[in-house]
């Protein structure tokens, strides 16, 4: 079973407008990670946050944590046609499980020029 | 490319044959996942290897399905009277504090 709720199920934004996707999830987690799909094509890592940290940023990228909550969000500033893509959020709970990882099912983004 | 490749990328088959699709991780990854992506789902996991020790396996994984890792380097998984319901995306992926992705083996089963 997912162990992920993404949300929205499918976003469409205009170039140079922020999105924001969220993630919920139903367990303890150790990490949680976002991964980004092109259509038919492999997941490729985006960001990595640990259960104890709160808030991280890669480049456009700026992801929150709220554990108490089970609650993550993506937020991509200033996007990008080249942004299209499934994104999808993935929890682990560390090593008793061999950190397998747990995905939800996704937000399809469409960035539209 | 982030290093992890699977063969084949595509596979068409009869429903009742059998498959085998191949993963190879970045040498130096311990730990090889795989996991099966249907259309318009989040990838769920099916398996896990340490090493040559395969450590995990999901409900998912039917008695119809079998993995390997011999000397803990690539690694294969076979699908035995393949079933419609397996037509999916396998995927394989290597660990080193996050997870590499292969570009996936597409199945179809008719």
């Known amino acids: 079973s997912q162990q992920g709720e993404e949300d929205p199920q499918a976003l469409s934004i205009q170039e140079g407008e922020n999105a924001t996707m969220n993630c919920s999830y139903k367990?303890?987690?150790?990490?949680l990670q976002w991964y980004r799909q092109n259509s038919g094509r492999g997941l490729v890592h985006l960001i990595l946050?640990?259960?104890?940290?709160r808030e991280k940023h890669s480049g456009r990228l700026r992801v929150t944590l709220d554990t108490s909550k089970k609650s993550s969000s993506l937020l991509i500033t200033a996007s990008r046609a080249a942004d299209t893509a499934s994104y999808f959020c993935?929890?682990?709970?560390?090593?008793?499980?061999?950190?397998?990882?747990?995905f939800g099912k996704g937000t399809s983004l469409l960035v539209t020029p | 490319d982030t290093g992890v490749s699977q063969n084949p990328r595509h596979k068409i088959t009869k429903r009742g044959q059998n498959v085998t699709f191949r993963c190879d991780p970045i040498s130096e990854h311990n730990r090889l996942y795989w996991y099966r992506q249907t259309l318009g789902q989040g990838p769920e996991f099916l398996t896990y290897?340490?090493?040559?020790?395969?450590?995990?396996k999901s409900r998912l994984l039917s008695d119809r399905f079998s993995a390997e890792r011999p000397k803990g380097s690539f690694s294969t998984l076979e699908i035995q009277r393949t079933e419609q319901g397996d037509s999916a995306m396998y995927l394989c992926?290597?660990?080193?504090?996050?997870?590499?992705f292969g570009p996936g083996t597409r199945l179809t089963v008719l």
């Open positions: 946050i640990r259960s104890n940290e």
């Open positions: 290897f340490q090493n040559e020790a395969q450590l995990e």
């Open positions: 992926a290597t660990e080193d504090n996050e997870q590499f």
């Open positions: 367990t303890s987690i150790n990490n």
């Open positions: 993935a929890t682990d709970a560390g090593s008793n499980s061999g950190y397998a990882l747990n």
